[in-house]
T-cell receptor
Framework: RKEVEQDPGPFNVPEGATVAFNCTYS??????FFWYRQDCRKEPKLLMS???SGNEDGRFTAQLNRASQYISLLIRDSKLSDSATYLC??????????????FGQGTTLQVKP | GAGVSQSPSNKVTEKGKDVELRCDPI?????LYWYRQSLGQGLEFLIY????????KSGLPSDRFSAERTGGSVSTLTIQRTQQEDSAVYLC??????????????FGPGTRLLVL
């Protein structure tokens, strides 16, 4: 079983739609959680950190449920420019406090006009 | 300001040859990471450097892989006797600090390695 699991998609949605991505992680000792965005043939870039209290950045809302080991990302009012692969990422105490990132395989989003 | 840079951007080599991949982290960043992204796979951690501490090599897939970081700045990832399964995008990332308070990792554009 992978340490971080995501539905690879693709998710094909029309502009303006609301779309949600989910992710589960297996290491209960994981301490930090993120969503990264990766455009085709580009490097990953941090989209947002994820906190237990939930956090919002414009059209993007991230949630963490430690009890269920579950992370979510909600995108409202999708734009064409949101088309990308969204990577669920965790770190953990098991990483020896190095901060190394453990990536899910990513969920592909395609927003259509 | 300058981000993480990597060279070469693309490398084609023959099976059995050695290759060296270079990473220049963001100036002042003490933590440096190498990751690998194979086709259809997620990113996987390879190795981590932090200051003068011993590197975390736990992600290196075999003893054909090694990395150095000289002077706390530039890093070189070396793959000896390359195999076709080594074909992937090799990504370098750096962060200001590591451990404890999680710092954002900034990724370079990667080196696309193709082993024929």
């Amino acid at each position: 079983r992978k340490e971080v699991e995501q539905d690879p998609g693709p998710f094909n949605v029309p502009e303006g739609a609301t779309v949600a991505f989910n992710c589960t992680y297996s290491n209960s000792a994981s301490q930090s959680f993120f969503w990264y965005r990766q455009d085709c043939r580009k490097e990953p870039k941090l989209l947002m950190s994820v906190y237990s209290s939930g956090n919002e950045d414009g059209r993007f809302t991230a949630q963490l449920n430690r009890a269920s080991q579950y992370i979510s990302l909600l995108i409202r009012d999708s734009k064409l420019s949101d088309s990308a692969t969204y990577l669920c990422v965790v770190t953990g105490r098991g990483s020896g406090n190095t901060g190394k990132l453990i990536f899910g395989q990513g969920t592909t989003l395609q927003v259509k006009p | 300001g300058a981000g993480v840079s990597q060279s070469p951007s693309n490398k084609v080599t023959e099976k059995g040859k050695d290759v060296e991949l270079r990473c220049d982290p963001i100036s002042g960043h003490t933590a440096l990471y190498w990751y690998r992204q194979s086709l259809g796979q997620g990113l996987e951690f390879l190795i981590y450097f932090q200051g003068n501490s011993a590197p975390d090599k736990s992600g290196l897939p075999s003893d054909r892989f090694s990395a150095e970081r000289t002077g706390g700045s530039v890093s070189t990832l070396t793959i000896q006797r390359t195999q076709q399964e080594d074909s992937a995008v090799y990504l370098c990332a750096s962060s200001l600090l590591a451990g404890g308070r999680q710092e954002t990792q900034y990724f370079g554009p990667g080196t696309r390695l193709l082993v024929l």
